[in-house]
């Protein structure tokens, strides 16, 4: 079970904007810095927002990251069919002394 | 351009050892706090360990603690994971990464099966 929370799965039309949550404790996303990550079938994770909402070089300003509390969301605006993928949040915990990962969500664009 | 390629995985059986190394290029990997992350088969992601640039911090995940040992060379500018006591459980595709709390550049991972 992972300690950050976040829902299987999630869908959304092409040209739509969908929000995934990634939901944690104060031991970990409500006092530290959260990251997200983008997984297409058979390839390496991609960094997609580190620092809760700063995107790396490359990466389109479509996609976005915020949090409140022990809870950060992605967004990602103007879907399309190519970012169907799985998505995963993670940061570090005190408690555990380890950098965790959500269990990730997988996006469909219908 | 940062390139991160492990190598060392395969076929291992419970209770054997494996080495995998991942080797750097396009930055400078002296300067880089590395990580291990490994997924098993359609799960998720799991970080396992951490080496920081000088090699004076290293942190486990609890499950490896004790079996695990993460290492560097700097010269060679790459990062090692001896593993030892495998474990069907050890199952995964492992990544190195660079990065501690977040991970900017991953490798394209290399398969570790424990299988008698």
């Known amino acids: 079970q992972s300690a950050l929370t976040q829902p299987p799965s999630v869908s959304a039309a092409p040209g739509q904007k969908v929000t995934m949550s990634c939901s944690g404790s104060?031991?970990?996303?409500?006092?530290?810095?959260v990251s997200w990550y983008q997984q297409f079938p058979g390839t390496a994770p991609k960094l997609l927002i580190y620092?809760?909402?700063k995107r790396p070089s490359g990466i389109p300003d479509r996609f976005s990251g915020s949090k409140s509390g022990t809870s950060a969301t992605l967004d990602i605006a103007g879907l399309q069919t190519g970012d169907e993928a799985d998505y995963y949040c993670?940061?570090?915990?005190?408690?555990?002394?380890?950098?965790?990962f959500g269990g990730g969500t997988k996006l469909t664009v219908l | 351009q940062v390139k991160l390629m492990e190598s060392g995985g395969g076929l291992a059986k419970p209770g054997g050892s494996l080495r995998l190394s991942c080797e750097g290029s396009?930055?400078?990997?002296?300067?880089?706090?590395m990580s291990w992350i490994r997924q098993a088969p359609g799960k998720g992601l799991e970080w396992i360990s951490y080496?920081?640039?000088?090699?004076?911090?290293?942190s486990y995940v609890d499950s490896v603690r004790g079996r695990f040992i993460i290492s560097r060379d700097n010269a060679k500018r790459s990062i090692f994971l001896q593993m030892h006591d495998l474990r069907g459980e050890d199952t995964a595709t492992y990544y190195c990464?660079?990065?501690?709390?977040?991970?900017?550049?991953w490798g394209p991972g290399t398969l570790v099966t424990v299988s008698s």
């Open positions: 990464a660079r990065g501690k709390n977040w991970f900017d550049k």
């Open positions: 396009g930055f400078t990997f002296s300067d880089a706090h």
């Open positions: 080496l920081s640039a000088t090699g004076m911090y290293v």
């Open positions: 104060s031991s970990n996303v409500g006092h530290f810095l």
């Open positions: 620092d809760d909402k």
């Open positions: 993670a940061a570090w915990d005190s408690s555990l002394s380890l950098t965790i």
